[in-house]
């Protein structure tokens, strides 16, 4: 495991450093629209998709501060999402990795706004690499996918459609595979288009740990720590939305997670052209994680 939090942080300085010569170069007018979008990115995190997208790359042994844009863009895309998820008209929450959320600090059409011209900033960064090949083109499409109508905005809209409603494992299956797990399968295939690896063993195993990181989402909803987590916790049971604890109950929700490990690994076994040392790491770290 300190082998792989030492490249973990690696990869997580590397973007770090990229991120902020990002925001530093932001002089969009008005300057509350610039201020804004810094705000969100720059409220840390642990940097997930990056980090997956960058790691991945470099398990192929591929030079992965080339694509650097990839996982920028990875990041505002993520981050628009969350300013949108915590509005007041989606999950409500004030709260976002321990201060203040978007809507809070700038006012709601303030970060309908910023999550917007995050989107938009995030295909500027694509068009920029896509200049570089054809694998750079499918590898932009990918992600566009993953974030749109028949990824993470379906998986939203469903969220919001069986909140309240009896539903059961295949709506919560839809929900978790598109919602979260779409963006987590993106850096992954992402990186493998890149590196010329094996795409469909890769989605695989990205669908297996989008999975992953959702239970665990759920979980932590149940069992985290407010200052630790950084968000409001509780708020799936009192809306009533559809978990994998309203599902399959507290325990059968570990004990899916744990099969869910497994499954990643004996997936990760079965790619030889890559270390995949790296990949299983991550898939321990999203068990255990406690934000």
Known sequence: MDEFLRKYQEFEREFECALARCCAEMNF??????DSMRYSLLLGGKRVRPVLFLGTL?????????????????????????????????????????????HKAFGEANAILAGDALLSYAFDLLFDSCKKSLRHIEAAQEISRAAGAEGMIAGQSADLFYSGKSAGEKELEFIYRNKTGKLLVAPIVMAGILAGGETDKLRAFGEELGFLFQLTDDLLDVKGEQNTVGKTLGKDEKEDKLTCVKVYGLTGSENLAKECVEKCRLMLNDIKEMDSAFLKGITDFVLTRNS
């Not at 007018?29 to 610039?34: E, H, M, R, S």
């Not at 895309?77 to 321990?98: C, E, F, K, Q, V």
């Open 29 to 34: 007018q008005p300057k509350i629209l610039a």
């Open 58 to 102: 470099d398990s192929f042994g591929y030079d992965f501060r080339q694509e650097m844009n990839f996982a920028l863009a990875l990041e505002c895309i993520h981050t628009y999402s969350l300013i949108h998820d915590d509005l007041p008209a989606m999950d409500n929450d004030d709260i976002r990795r321990g201060k203040a959320s978007s």
